[in-house]
């Protein structure tokens, strides 16, 4: 389950930065837990579905060190059913998403899957250091 549903992801918490370095773009840095991430926005166009529903904006990168520690991806709120059902195909999810909500759908020892319902849908694909 945990192995099918990182190879949707595109790109791989742990990962370097030189692999994608020519197809991103600098955005401002975020402090989290003290450390800071330095932001990018994915925008070579060759990867702009997760599950079959589209982005509403290009993936967004966090880097530590060079190291990927954050996807960041974005949806219409319009596909939050669609996701939902997407999602249960590798996830088991009893509860109904709510707009508003902000809750982790999943922790695996590879990955934390975190996803926030307001305005639009944010799926959060991360590993918090010292996670094992």
Known sequence: MCNSLLKEFRFSIGEQYELNEF???ALESTFSNGLENENYEYIKGDFRTLFGVSFCSNPILQYNGDILSRIVYSFD??????LQEKLSDYLLITDKFDLGQTFTVFSFPEFS???DIEKDIK???FKILGQT
């Open 123 to 125: 799926l959060r694909v």
């Open 23 to 25: 197809n991103l773009k």
């Open 113 to 115: 899957l975190m996803l």
């Open 77 to 82: 709120i319009k596909d939050l059913g669609k």
